[in-house]
């Protein structure tokens, strides 16, 4: 969710209870106040524009992903493609409702860059992982 632009700044005033639990937050993620202020803001922002897709933590980084499954909006699009670019055959090969694999469709739609850079991150991550494999039988003999 970076920019390349000049940061903007923006003062709020809040409630005594939400700086404390902010400051826990910060303190127990590591991240800075303002990171974390940006990043709930920009998710909540995207969370009302696209209200099945929800952000997770996963191994890579923090990702939008379909709100009641573990796919990852990259992995959905990924899958749209592998079945002729069909919302309703990749819906019946992930088990998803339609609706949902057509929330990270729109999703796609709106972040695309983004969604793209996952998409070749995780392939980057499987060819390593194919490669790592192919060394590990080589070892074997």
Same mark, same amino acid.
């Given at each position: 969710m970076g920019h390349d632009e000049r940061r903007q700044s923006i003062a709020f005033r809040f409630e005594p209870g939400t700086v404390a639990h902010l400051r826990r +937050?910060? #303190?127990?993620? #590591?991240? &800075?106040? &303002?990171?974390?202020?940006?990043?709930?803001?920009?998710? #909540?922002? +995207?969370q009302d524009e696209h209200p099945l897709i929800c952000f997770r933590e996963a191994a890579a980084g923090r990702r939008p992903a379909v709100v009641g499954s573990r796919l990852a909006v990259a992995d959905i699009v990924t899958t749209i493609r592998q079945n002729d670019n069909s919302v309703t055959e990749a819906a019946e090969y992930l088990e998803l409702p339609v609706e949902h694999v057509e929330a990270a469709l729109r999703y796609y739609a709106d972040y695309k860059e983004e969604v793209d850079a996952w998409i070749e991150h995780g392939l980057a991550a499987a060819e390593r992982e194919r490669e790592r494999w192919r060394r590990r039988q080589e070892a074997l003999g």
């Open positions: +937050r910060a #303190g127990e993620t #590591g991240a &800075t106040q &303002t990171a974390l202020v940006e990043r709930y803001v920009e998710e #909540g922002l +995207r």
